[in-house]
């Protein structure tokens, strides 16, 4: 099955700055592959995806790009605030199923003011 | 966009009894649910696929016999929780989408507490 690996486990930047945060997978034939937001006790929103026919795709102040060659993906948030800290979860979804969502273990991003 | 509605959003039980958790696409047909459980602090792991009429299919190492899944409907799958003990603690969550590799729409979670 899928195996989806995300790095950092944390990540603290400072208000105004960039965060990063990347994500492997395993599965060549996944071929969509979704961003989700998760605040404290709530559920994950979706804030950007992308498929594996496109190299990158930008929404306001976040971005995500895609390496299928070396099944790497990863999310750019650009001029944090505070209210982008939340935990953040990448995932990849198998190829021709009904959303069957494997999801990468997350990212507590932290911004600090 | 799309609603998943998830029923009840908190509950706690007694060790042995069991506990049932809906599942309800309000504005759209699910053929295929997904149920997760996520510990504190943990990611979001797949428990089952839940197939409008016929059986879910679990992942490896879920009890299908502990975890009972139900989809009545196309808009309406259940998940019981038999037998419930405090390891059974933890935040459920379902999931579902219209269509093929669109987005995948939460309820909004269940935290079930077995004391």
């Known amino acids: 099955g899928e195996n989806v690996e995300q790095h950092p486990s944390t990540l603290s930047v400072q208000e105004g700055d960039s965060a990063v945060i990347k994500c492997t997978y395993s599965?060549?034939?996944?071929?969509?592959f979704p961003w989700y937001k998760q605040e404290l006790g709530k559920r994950p929103q979706l804030i950007i995806d992308?498929?594996?026919?496109?190299g990158e795709k930008k929404d306001q102040r976040i971005a995500v790009t895609l390496n299928k060659t070396a099944k790497h993906f990863s999310l750019h948030i650009t001029e944090t605030q505070p209210e982008d800290s939340a935990v953040y979860f990448c995932?990849?979804?198998?190829?021709?199923?009904?959303?069957?969502?494997?999801f990468g273990t997350g990212t507590k991003l932290q911004v600090i003011p | 966009g799309a609603v998943v509605s998830q029923h009840p959003s908190r509950v706690i039980c007694k060790s042995g009894t069991s506990v049932k958790i809906e599942c309800r696409s309000l504005d759209f047909q699910a053929t295929t649910m997904f149920w997760y459980r996520q510990f504190p602090k943990q990611s979001l792991m797949l428990m089952a696929t839940s197939n409008e009429g016929s059986k879910a299919t679990y992942e490896q190492g879920v009890e299908k016999d502990k975890f009972l899944i139900n989809h009545a409907s196309l808009t309406l799958s259940t998940l019981t929780v038999t037998s419930a003990h405090p390891e059974d603690s933890s935040f459920y969550i379902c999931?579902?989408?219209?269509?093929?590799?669109?987005?995948?729409?939460f309820g909004q979670g269940t935290r079930l507490t077995v004391v």
């Open positions: 995932a990849a979804s198998s190829a021709g199923g009904y959303q069957k969502v494997t």
């Open positions: 599965d060549s034939a996944s071929n969509y």
């Open positions: 999931s579902a989408s219209g269509q093929p590799n669109t987005e995948a729409f």
């Open positions: 992308i498929r594996s026919n496109v």
